[in-house]
């Protein structure tokens, strides 16, 4: 399987930026197609999708959030941070099955 | 606007069985793979089952394989999990979630029901 991971926490202030990093234990592009995903998820809420391969931005997702990255290195950007963003954010491969989750990073005020 | 509800978890003792459904509108749910996804209390999330839009294939993680059945009714837009020889570790909050997958262009879940708790204890 491929692991996915996440450091635990992460402490940031609000109105800057956070950067939360996804790595890999083997990559998860295939050509030019980045085949990781991310997800955010509030205390007591399902999660929800953010960004689609990579660096695409879901549906009604502000344009604070970003995504980069290709291989097995991975990063979604918050810029800035607003207080409504804390949350447990997770990435997510589907380069082979078992698709697999990181163990989630939580955004945490400073 | 797309909704997904599941029900039907609860408490159960190791080794028996319990279904979960999850009704869905908002979208033609014929036309759209779907999965169950789980996560155990305060920790990640876990691909459990996924099946294809016509309920031809199926596909499971090892862990469930043989004692899960994921299915589904489009006539009735319905998602099905029949868990059975429940065990400890399969306690969990399990979510239906819509699948995109485009072959070769990524595989991931973009819509998610509130999710139901299933607790395997005796």
């Known amino acids: 399987d491929i692991v996915l991971t996440q450091s635990p926490v992460l402490a940031v202030s609000l109105g800057q930026r956070a950067t939360i990093s996804c790595r890999a234990s083997?990559?998860?592009?295939?050509?030019?197609?980045?085949?990781m995903h991310w997800y955010q998820q509030k205390p007591g809420q399902q999660p929800k999708l953010l960004i689609y391969r990579a660096s695409n931005l879901a549906s009604g997702i502000p344009a604070r959030f970003s995504g980069s990255g290709s291989g097995t290195d991975f990063t979604l950007t918050i810029d800035p941070v607003q207080a409504d963003d804390i949350a447990a954010y997770y990435c997510?491969?589907?380069?082979?099955?078992?698709?697999?989750f990181g163990g989630g990073t939580k955004l945490e005020l400073k | 606007e797309v909704q997904l509800v599941e029900s039907g978890g609860g408490l159960v003792q190791p080794g028996r069985s319990l279904k979960l459904s999850c009704a869905a509108s908002g979208f033609t749910f014929s036309n759209y793979y779907m999965a169950w996804v789980r996560q155990a209390p305060t920790k990640g999330l876990e691909w459990v089952a996924s099946?294809?839009?016509?309920?031809?294939?199926?596909y499971y993680r090892d862990s469930v394989k043989g004692r899960f059945t994921i299915s589904r009714d489009n006539a009735k837009s319905t998602l099905y999990l029949q868990m059975d020889s429940l065990r400890s570790e399969d306690t969990a909050t399990y979510y239906c979630?819509?699948?995109?997958?485009?072959?070769?262009?990524?595989?991931?879940?973009?819509?998610w029901g509130q999710g139901v708790m299933v607790t395997v204890s005796s």
């Open positions: 979630t819509r699948v995109v997958y485009y072959s070769g262009d990524g595989y991931y879940f973009d819509y």
């Open positions: 997510q491969q589907s380069r082979e099955s078992p698709w697999t």
């Open positions: 083997q990559s998860v592009s295939i050509s030019s197609i980045n085949l």
């Open positions: 099946i294809t839009n016509s309920g031809g294939s199926t």
